[in-house]
């Protein structure tokens, strides 16, 4: 079965721009949650999408959002990109079939912010 | 919110000596604890779970351990290898339903295996 994938690997991007990042669940999984992870901080959660809805959701500004389609592969976006912005983006899915549901996590997409 | 602390921020063993990583957290609501390991350029990687039910749990070389009354949990790698070397992440939720809950890390342990 494949895993979670992530694209792109890698962005560059200029303060005050947009983003968006994509990520492809395990097959059959219908939870994506995505983490910020810096240096600085850990990793964080941001949010959580179950059947194209947002379900749980971390403390982050609303410069930070995300979709989830009906295939279950989500984006997040993020407007008005800053320096402080930049960070490893990772998403994990679940199959939420079980209690407590495990997450597994893709490669990431390396966001620089300039 | 939910805290994890996690310690030691680095750990350097022997090869085939044993490694041991400790966290604490704080809200008792929280029944879910996750391990998972992270090598240089990779997402992080479940390597083993447990849940408030259990007080231990093994797979192979590695093991956890939970005692909901200090609230803290451990991991144990015995036999320790290179391929061990890694960044170890505890997390914590209370994965009460409503989908997948947000997980709260500790900060992550620095193992080295020294040859």
């Known amino acids: 079965k494949a895993g979670v994938t992530q694209t792109p690997r890698y962005l560059i991007k200029t303060r005050g721009q947009q983003v968006t990042l994509s990520c492809s669940p395990i097959s059959g999984h219908r939870s994506v949650s995505w983490y910020q992870q810096t240096p600085g901080q850990g990793l964080q959660f941001l949010f959580e999408?179950?059947?194209?809805?947002?379900?749980n959701k971390g403390n982050f500004p609303g410069r930070f959002s995300g979709r989830q389609f009906s295939n279950s592969r989500s984006e997040m976006n993020v407007s008005t990109l800053e320096l402080g912005d930049s960070a490893l983006y990772l998403c994990?899915?679940?199959?939420?079939?079980?209690?407590?549901?495990?997450?597994?996590f893709g490669p990431g997409t390396r966001l620089t912010v300039t | 919110g939910e805290n994890v602390e996690q310690h030691p921020s680095t750990l350097s063993v022997q090869e085939g000596d044993s490694a041991v990583i400790k966290c604490t957290y704080s809200d008792s609501a929280s029944n879910y604890f996750p391990w998972y390991k992270q090598e240089l350029g990779k997402g992080p990687q479940l390597i083993i779970d447990i849940r408030s039910n259990v007080g231990e749990k093994k797979d192979q070389r590695i093991a956890v351990t939970l005692n909901k009354t200090a609230k803290h949990f451990s991991l144990h790698i015995t036999e320790t290898q290179p391929e061990d070397s890694a960044v170890y992440f505890c997390a914590a939720s209370m994965g009460s339903g409503g989908g997948a809950d947000g997980l709260t890390f500790g900060k992550g342990t620095h193992l080295i295996i020294q040859p």
């Open positions: 999408y179950f059947s194209e809805t947002q379900r």
């Open positions: 994990a899915s679940s199959s939420a079939t079980r209690l407590p549901y495990e997450q597994y």
